[in-house]
């Protein structure tokens, strides 16, 4: 199995900055991609932005130009710079890995979960 525990998130004033962390833990063979997703009341959750183990990226229209995703291999973390915040912004921000473990394929895991809530 896989662990994802996120960290980072908060309140935040219109136009400012947040950083999230997700580090990944357990019994990793390989981690192929790390992600993050948001999702807002009442709406799907959604990729923001992704990285592959290689490090190209790719990111939703709405935050391009804002928001930076990198990772460090070595330390299984995934982290989201995210700048010039809007209102619209505000949401639960997830975490996901694609991984394999030494006793499982390449499966989806998640993290709990962080409150990202930008207002003034």
């Known amino acids: 199995q896989v662990q994802l525990v996120e960290s980072g998130g908060g309140l935040v004033q219109p136009g400012g900055s947040l950083r999230l962390s997700c580090a990944a833990s357990?019994?990793?063979?390989?981690?192929?991609?790390m992600s993050w997703y948001h999702q807002a009341p009442g709406k799907q959750r959604e990729l923001v932005a992704a990285i592959t183990s290689d490090g190209s990226t790719n990111y939703a229209d709405s935050v391009k130009g804002r928001f930076t995703i990198s990772r460090d291999n070595a330390k299984n973390t995934v982290y989201l710079q995210m700048t010039s915040l809007k209102p619209e912004d505000t949401a639960v921000y997830y975490c996901n890995a694609r991984a394999a473990t030494y006793t499982t394929s390449s499966s989806d895991y998640w993290g709990q979960g962080t409150q990202v809530t930008v207002s003034s």
């Open positions: 357990g019994s990793i063979y390989r981690i192929y991609s």
